[in-house]
T-cell receptor
Framework: DAGVIQSPRHEVTEMGQEVTLRCKPI?????LFWYRQTMMRGLELLIY????????DSGMPEDRFSAKMPNASFSTLKIQPSEPRDSAVYFC???????????FGPGTRLTVL | AQSVAQPEDQVNVAEGNPLTVKCTYS??????LFWYVQYPNRGLQFLLK??????LVKGSYGFEAEFNKSQTSFHLKKPSALVSDSALYFC?????????????????FGTGTRLKVLA
């Protein structure tokens, strides 16, 4: 398996623009997680899905952030409008069960100017 | 409240010496505990986990961790450090989240400890 795939790997955009991050989990995994990593706040869980259903979105910073999982092999995290404070590395991870190991993608480094 | 603490921001150790990266936790019920490593510009990689059984867990790259229930600790160890072990290490605990959907959960990650192995 290719592991968790994220695209793009790097994104540079201007404040106010819409940003869409994409994730393809490992085939067969039924949990998908979105994290954000910054120097100031470390690793934060934004939202996670189980069987394509959002379970806990309490980590989503505000209404500008939204996430979808239309099917078992694809998820998106959208920021609209983007702000400079959204600059971070965004990770997607998937796991195969409630107590199972999470496998992380390589991350998307987002820079909002 | 469920939590995990990594009390050291950075650990420095000479190559060839044993290393320890500390982690303590607070969780109701039986904890599921994990260690992950992050190399520069990479995602987190799984090292090892404790679910049940033997308190000494062996993982990837020669790392091991000891679950200590009385001290609520899960310290990461390696007998002989390598320069290539220099990275950011995260401890995580599984929190059984009693939300609207029973049986759901999420990981709680520590703040990370930067390990620097000096040649």
């Amino acid at each position: 398996d290719a592991g968790v795939i994220q695209s793009p790997r790097h994104e540079v955009t201007e404040m106010g623009q819409e940003v869409t991050l994409r994730c393809k989990p490992i085939s067969g995994h039924d949990y998908l997680f979105w994290y954000r990593q910054t120097m100031m706040r470390g690793l934060e869980l934004l939202i996670y899905f189980n069987n394509n259903v959002p379970i806990d979105d309490s980590g989503m910073p505000e209404d500008r952030f939204s996430a979808k999982m239309p099917n078992a092999s694809f998820s998106t995290l959208k920021i609209q409008p983007s702000e400079p404070r959204d600059s971070a590395v965004y990770f997607c991870a998937s796991s195969g069960g409630a107590a199972d190991t999470q496998y992380f993608g390589p991350g998307t480094r987002l820079t909002v100017l | 409240a469920q939590s995990v603490a990594q009390p050291e921001d950075q650990v420095n150790v000479a190559e060839g010496n044993p290393l320890t990266v500390k982690c303590t936790y607070s969780v109701s019920g039986n904890p599921y505990l994990f260690w992950y490593v992050q190399y520069p510009n990479r995602g987190l990689q799984f090292l090892l986990k404790y679910i049940t059984g033997d308190n000494l867990v062996k993982g990837s790259y020669g790392f091991e961790a000891e679950f200590n229930k009385s001290q609520t600790s899960f310290h990461l160890k390696k007998p002989s450090a390598l320069v290539s072990d220099s990275a950011l290490y995260f401890c995580a605990v599984r929190d059984i989240w009693s939300g609207t959907t029973s049986g759901t959960y999420k990981y709680i990650f520590g703040t990370g400890t930067r390990l620097k192995v000096l040649a």
